[in-house]
Structures are given as structure tokens and as C-alpha cells.
């Protein structure tokens, strides 16, 4: 008889996001007239950008025609889309990536998981808390981890809580840790990492031989020009990290799937025979047994973005969403409630007034109000008494949905 993967008997009941939609799903059917404002999943809401759509239907036009049509692509991506992230996200900040060096894809959620694909099952993983539920949930499904205890958290899994007590910061590890995942600005708590803080942690990743994965699909909603977009800003970066980007956010490719992910040539590991190991080439072997690569006709929507008109039209969406961002922080700090970030991210981490835990305040804003944000226990046992807000919607909706709490949950 075919055995399935135990790992996946160790999850939750749910990952969080269909957990919400469950429960969200579940209230509306018993309240149809609701009106619901769902603030809760980082999903995008605005059109792409003009100069995306108009690149993306030309390259439409390009396959009708026999002389355009394009088949299989090369699976790291074509050359052209490659040549021009690594130009403005990269050479543009003084930072050694080469072309050669990114992948495209079709997600950066992807590419957080599917990177376990070439690191082994003995390594000691470590995850802030709270954190991105991919993190820690494909760790699991690929037999890292041990059970889940009380508190939501696994085996084998060192945390690295980030908190208010702490200043969300992520403090270097006491021991010796393999894996490292770094989400900067942050998801869910939108703080963000100084260079200072980063050149700790890579310089703690190259005394140890660890590899950091850092997730910066937040970058471009940074304002602070002191802070840096990519962990290759730092000093010996490229011997110790592999960073992941997306167009999804900052370019609205949630429903179009476009990222990348770099993995420079210098980077290695060892296999058991104590050898170093390119990963470069481990994951490039990866992408092409595993991966046919992104659409021709999203490429050229991505490659778009660089465009000069597609440069201020990203700004706008990135600018919009801040606004957002900043009526959420202002409307709710003059109600007495306690929120961090939303200054150089898209989310606003808000402390439960009341007392209430994470999931219970969800419930009570969802049944008062018809608000939807995203329980931060959801993101682990740190997140506890958090809750993220997104700042994600029309500004119509952002702005009712502030009405709606600041009149119904006003702290004295």
C-alpha cells in the first residue's frame, strides 16, 4: 500500500491564511449583508502598472505571430530581464551581483521552500518569532523539525523572538545555528535591520559556515535612506547569503507570479565528505530538473518595471500603499492603540487592546466591525497578543475600516 509523507501529519490543523479564510468564509455566509474589509491577507489590490500591461500585451501580440512566438524558455529566465534586475536592484547600490547570479521564478514563497531542496536534513535551522508560516512550515514538510509543543513551536527549530521588549531586533543565536531565515522589512512586524545589525549577523554566518536566507520581498517600501534593500550591501555577503526578491508587492504580481532569487557563484557549502559545494550550481541544477521557468509574457511585464515610466509607476503604488499604511499607524495610535512599523513596510503590527488574545481580538473585529487582519499567533508563539494589519486595499476601504475601529475600540 502507498505510504504518504508523515511530516506533514506534524502541521497545524491549517496553514494560517486558509485559517482565516475559513472563519471569514464562515461569518459571511451567516451574515450576508455584512460589508467585510479584509485587512488581513498581503494580497495586492490596485491594477499593474500601465508600462506592465502594455509590455505584457505586446509580448501577447509577439506569440501570434510565428516570428515572435517564443516556446520554452531558458529556465533561469531570459537573459534580458536578468541583465536589468541586476543593473538597477543591485549594481545600482554598489552591490557585486552579477546577471548570471539571479533566477526568476514564479514566486519568492516558492523559492523559500524550494531552496530546501539542496541543503541537507542535518543542518540547525534557525527562525525569528514571529515569522512567515513558509519558514517554518516547509522546514517541517521536509522531515527538519521534530513535534509541535504547546506553544506552536517545533523541534529542532532554534527561535529567535522579536519583540517589543527587544526592539523586534534579531539577536545573534548564543549557539551554532546552520540555516538562518531574516525577513527585512519584516513580515509581520514591519521592522526593519540597520547595516550594523546585518554585518553581525553575516559576520556571525561566516565564523559559524552558516547560510542565510534573507527575504527582502519588502525592500522597496523602505522610506529611511539609511537602512539597506539588499543584505549584499554588506560586507561579505555573498560568502554567506542567499537573497530573495518579488515584483509582487511592489509592481501588484500576486496574481501574475514574478520573482527572483540570488544565489552569487562565490557561495558554498559542504557535502559529507567535508568538500565544498557551489550552490549556484546545485540550484541552478535544481530549477532546471524541477522548473520550465516564468511566461515569456510575464517577463516582459517584469522587465517593464525598469523602465522609466514603469519606474514612477511602481513608486506610485509603492507611495499609495505608505499613505495607507500611515492613516492605519496614526488613526489607531489616536485611539490609544499601540502599533509598530508600517513606516518602511506595508504592515502594521498592533499590540491586542484589551487584553485579548490574538485570535479572540480577530474573532471580535471581525462579528463588531466586519474587519479582517491576521492573529499574530498565527505567525508564532512570540506573535502572541500581536495582530497584523495590511495596509494592502483602496484607500476607501482603509479609511472606513480605521472609522470602524477607532470608534468601537478606543483605549482610555
Known amino acids: 500500500m502507498a505510504t504518504v509523507n508523515d511530516n506533514y501529519l506534524k502541521l497545524k490543523a491549517g496553514y494560517l491564511f486558509p485559517e482565516i479564510g475559513r472563519r471569514v468564509t464562515a461569518f459571511a455566509e451567516a451574515n450576508p449583508d455584512a460589508p467585510i474589509i479584509r485587512l488581513g491577507i498581503g494580497d495586492v489590490t490596485e491594477p499593474l502598472p500601465e508600462a506592465c500591461r502594455t509590455a505584457m500585451?505586446?509580448?501577447?501580440?509577439?506569440?501570434?505571430?510565428r516570428a515572435g512566438f517564443k516556446g520554452y524558455g531558458p529556465e533561469q529566465g531570459y537573459g534580458w530581464l536578468r541583465e536589468k534586475i541586476a543593473a538597477h536592484d543591485f549594481q545600482a547600490r554598489d552591490c557585486e551581483v552579477d546577471a548570471s547570479e539571479i533566477f526568476i521564478s514564479d514566486g519568492s514563497k516558492c523559492d523559500c521552500g524550494n531552496i530546501l531542496d539542496i541543503f541537507g536534513d542535518s543542518n540547525t535551522i534557525a527562525v525569528t518569532d514571529p515569522v512567515y508560516p513558509v519558514y517554518v512550515d516547509t522546514n517541517v514538510m521536509a522531515g527538519h523539525t521534530g513535534e509541535i509543543n504547546d506553544r506552536g513551536e517545533y523541534g529542532?527549530?532554534?527561535?529567535?523572538?522579536?519583540?517589543?521588549?527587544?526592539?523586534?531586533?534579531?539577536?545573534?543565536p548564543s549557539q551554532k545555528v546552520d540555516l538562518i531565515y531574516l525577513c527585512f522589512p519584516n513580515n509581520p512586524t514591519g521592522a526593519t535591520a540597520t547595516r550594523e545589525?546585518?554585518?553581525?549577523?553575516?559576520?556571525?554566518?561566516k565564523m559559524h559556515g552558516s547560510i542565510i536566507f534573507f527575504d527582502a520581498a519588502y525592500e522597496a517600501f523602505i522610506t529611511d535612506p539609511a537602512l539597506p534593500h539588499s543584505i549584499y550591501e554588506i560586507e561579505g555577503a555573498r560568502d554567506c547569503a542567499i537573497e530573495f526578491r518579488s515584483f509582487s508587492k511592489n509592481a501588484g504580481f500576486t496574481g501574475t507570479r514574478c520573482a527572483f532569487t540570488v544565489v552569487p557563484k562565490t557561495l558554498t557549502a559542504k557535502a559529507k565528505d567535508g568538500s565544498d559545494v557551489q550552490?549556484?550550481?546545485?540550484?541552478?541544477?535544481?530549477?532546471?530538473?524541477?522548473?520550465?521557468?516564468?511566461?515569456?509574457i510575464v517577463q516582459r511585464g517584469a522587465e517593464a518595471v525598469y523602465s522609466e515610466v514603469g519606474k514612477a509607476q511602481t513608486k506610485a503604488?509603492?507611495?499609495?500603499?505608505?499613505?495607507?499604511?500611515?492613516?492605519?499607524r496614526e488613526q489607531l495610535t489616536a485611539a490609544g492603540i499601540q502599533v509598530y512599523g508600517g513606516e518602511n513596510a506595508p504592515y502594521v503590527w498592533v499590540k491586542t487592546p484589551y487584553g485579548l488574545s490574538s485570535w479572540d481580538f480577530f474573532d471580535k473585529l471581525l462579528q463588531t466591525v466586519n474587519v479582517v487582519g491576521t492573529p499574530g499567533a498565527g505567525f508564532g508563539a512570540a506573535g502572541e497578543g500581536y495582530f497584523r494589519i495590511s495596509a494592502f486595499n483602496?484607500?476607501?476601504?482603509?479609511?472606513?475600516?480605521?472609522?470602524?475601529?477607532?470608534?468601537?475600540f478606543k483605549v482610555a
Open 279 to 296: 550552490l549556484w550550481q546545485l540550484w541552478n541544477r535544481r530549477q532546471s530538473t524541477k522548473f520550465n521557468g516564468v511566461s515569456y
Open 57 to 65: 500585451i505586446q509580448a501577447v501580440e509577439e506569440m501570434g505571430d
Open 197 to 205: 545589525h546585518l554585518q553581525d549577523w553575516v559576520n556571525y554566518a
Open 394 to 408: 483602496s484607500r476607501e476601504n482603509v479609511t472606513e475600516a480605521m472609522r470602524r475601529i477607532t470608534e468601537n
Open 317 to 328: 503604488l509603492i507611495d499609495f500603499y505608505m499613505e495607507n499604511a500611515r492613516i492605519i
Open 156 to 172: 529542532g527549530l532554534v527561535y529567535l523572538p522579536i519583540t517589543a521588549e527587544n526592539n523586534f531586533t534579531a539577536e545573534i
